[in-house]
């Protein structure tokens, strides 16, 4: 039999605390300041409580599983709700098919809370009024509705959420992972897990390199998985999703004033790049019906476009 080898990470981050100006290792944790371990025996541990997550949990407690939810940030729903893009990224028939039970009834409990404010019925009511989406909404009510889907499985005992969790050791045995250890950002918890099944739904893949798992990061070619849009010639290791910095704003009374300082650069910044945006598009996506070349302002509607970058 092989015998069982820990991975340990002696350090992690806790992203809730990273400061927006100043030095951002007061947001690195030294993992040995954890207390006791507690045992945490499930059938399934699912660690990242994003979309993602929240979908495979709700999945094996419906099949009767004994599942553990770990999600680092206080809220589940990843995008929705503690990334702060509550956008829902749809195909353009969504309102009437191509999405799974479950999604439909999270997408019914957001647009009835806002229905219920604004006393309307339409069907395809969208509270946003953005035009990226079908379906807009606050981040919190997107957590409120999240949590409501979960709660029954809650209360029958089948589902443990642990929230402002974070995963730092494994231990795995030939190819299986045995246990996950995570400590608790805000109180010092260290739970051991060891369940049948581990998911990882971490946004970036935490429990991969941590386990030492077999992974593909980028983009492949059409050698490799036989794709007719995969990468025609070499392997793109740095091809991935782009990052998205969201920023809130807030409607206040008129006669207000908010002005700050120039901030460095703002000068530069604002005249170097208007905040635009041209993108290739095809006929029947979110950003137009006509195939082609579209281009973006910040506040202005251009031509054949549905709207501007603010809207």
Not at 173 to 198: E, F, K, M, W, Y
Not at 211 to 224: K, W, Y
Not at 243 to 252: G, I, K, N, P, S
Request: aromatic fraction near 6%.
């Amino acid at each position: 039999m092989e015998t069982m080898v820990e991975h340990r990470l002696d350090e992690i981050v806790d992203f809730m605390r990273v400061p927006a100006t100043g030095d951002p290792s007061v947001a690195v944790i030294a993992t040995a300041t954890g207390g006791v371990l507690t045992d945490v025996d499930c059938e399934v541990l699912v660690v990242g409580g994003g979309i993602g997550g929240v979908a495979a949990a709700l999945a094996a407690v419906r099949r009767g599983r004994r599942v553990c939810l770990l999600e680092e940030t206080d809220w589940l729903g990843g995008q929705l709700t503690a990334q702060g893009i509550s956008a829902l990224d749809e195909h353009e028939h969504i309102e009437s098919f191509g999405g799974t039970a479950s999604y439909y009834a999270l997408r019914e409990s957001l647009r009835s809370h806002y229905l219920a404010l604004a006393e309307r019925s339409e069907p395809a009511f969208n509270p946003g009024a953005c035009w990226v989406t079908r379906l807009a909404f606050e981040p919190r009510a997107a957590a409120s509705a999240i949590d409501a889907l979960l709660q029954p499985f809650v209360e029958s005992g089948h589902l443990r959420i642990e929230r402002r969790m974070k995963a730092f050791a494994v231990t795995t045995q030939a190819d299986r992972i045995i246990s996950v250890t995570v400590l608790g950002l805000d109180n010092g918890r260290v739970l051991h897990c060891r369940p049948a099944i581990v998911i990882d739904a971490t946004e970036l893949g935490d429990l991969l390199p941590l386990a030492g798992v077999e992974h593909v990061v980028g983009a492949e070619t059409v050698a490799d998985t036989g794709e007719p849009h995969a990468q025609p010639q070499e392997q793109k290791p740095d091809c991935v999703q782009s990052l998205t910095y969201a920023f809130a704003v807030e409607w206040r009374p008129a006669g207000e004033r908010h002005v700050i300082p120039r901030p460095e650069k703002y000068v530069h910044y604002r005249e170097s790049q208007p905040y635009s945006l041209t993108i290739e598009v095809h006929g029947g996506e979110i950003y137009g019906e006509e195939s082609g070349w579209l281009a973006y302002r910040l506040l202005e509607k251009m031509p054949g476009t549905k709207g501007s970058l603010f809207t």
